[in-house]
């Protein structure tokens, strides 16, 4: 591999935050609902859009590592400290700013003095941070060590970067054929950050990596099934039963009010009573909205399903080459075959600098998963809905919780690209410090022996969830009230 240019450098460090904050800013726009208007709830916007930028950085700054690597090294000293250092600063993101955020958020209201928003954040924050740090600080005792297995290397490369790899830990000790290698707080600390992010990781991108493409093909599929040029009679037959129902639901609708003034219990029957209003209330209004399509725009233009669909079917292609690479390269202990590995090495035999783009392509694909999967999660499996993910249903705070979950998974994510682009790069600081100290982390380093099957149950998972979501939007009943009048009588 070459040199990379300065200039290409340059123009990736400008590029790459520039669509980082872009991608973050329509995925608000997209999730947000349409009762918070640009001016409401301001401060945990910006702080998503943030929090959600720092997400679709963080797997883009593996290749700068690279360059480092292919240049001489000269940054070796230092980057061990800057990569622990940029963790760190997650690390408090997500256990102080976020919940500061959303507690203040949460806290307000029209009669509540900004004081008293001030304090309640702060102490719950401050209990969530303490919370935290003690499991942090608690684990680190009998955790904090990671156990690798020595094996005969005399590349003297290998040996500065694992040297660079281990700065920050405390002693290593040789037992046999094992290098107990005891970590400083602040290294357990990344390589705790990594196993969470990889568990959060494996199962929504993992999710995802199924449910972004099906996303298109959803899409497609139902405004193939559902797109009808309705005439004024078939329209007017139409409000007319919707109206009837909305009548019945605004009737539930006081009493699910009176069960929140009475003091609401959260029992498995009332919130399941809850939900189904909810659930009715949007299908009404969906219906409403696809029968004013139908007989305003006689269906809508075939072009969005036909582009959907097709959109579906080359993004899919990704997906594919994704679950390809891992089965060829990541499953079984030796690879069978280097597969995007070799292109990314090919790529850089062509132009300086192509690679780069090939990864990023591949790695803002991946946090895109991220997100979908996240989205798919919420909308089909209830115990995730406390703060759901849902198309134009998402009000400011329930994304900045998302958000925060997206920042631990692209954690797992950066750990997972560079074990997936390992011989790409090879010997870099970020691969080296996550082959020794997280994949060897006590009580951990099994685990990862197995993980890939882990995460293709999760793309089945994903590819399950998302057949069904299309058979029952496409296929399911209209709502009844009569359940809930009787539950609500």
Known sequence: MTTIPSIFVIIMLVCIPILAVVTSVVLLCTYQSPMDTFGAALFP??????VMSITFLIPMTLPFDVANVNSGGGLNGVLPYIWQGSFVAIALVITLIIPFVIMFYESGGTDIPIWRQFLCAGISTALI???FGGITFGTFWFLGTAQVDIIDVSTTDFSSALSTATAGCTTCTQTGTVLNVSMSFVVYLIAALSVVGWAVFLVLGGI???AFPMGFIRTAVLGFMKREALTEEQYRKIQKEIAQETGELIKVGMKVNDLFKGGFVASIPNRKAVRDFQDAVKQVEDDFKLAKKNFEDGGGSIFIPIGSLITGILISIISIAWVVHIILYMTLPTPIYGFLNNLLIFADSLFNGLSWIIYCVFAYY???????????????????????LKWRDTLANGFLVNTGIMLVSSIGALQFLSTAFADWATLSTIDVMFSVMVK????????????HYVFFG????????????????ALRPKKRTDGLKKFFA
């Open 458 to 473: 999760f793309v089945a998972i994903g590819l399950v969830l998302s057949i069904l979501d299309i058979l029952w939007n």
């Open 366 to 388: 991946l946090i895109v998963c991220v997100v979908s999967g996240n989205a798919l999660i919420a909308r089909n499996i209830p115990i995730f809905s406390v703060y759901p």
């Open 440 to 451: 060897n982390m006590i009580y951990v380093k099994f685990a990862f022996q197995y993980i």
């Open 129 to 131: 941070f303490i919370i």
């Open 208 to 210: 995802g990596v199924s």
């Open 45 to 50: 916007k910006i702080i998503s859009v943030i």
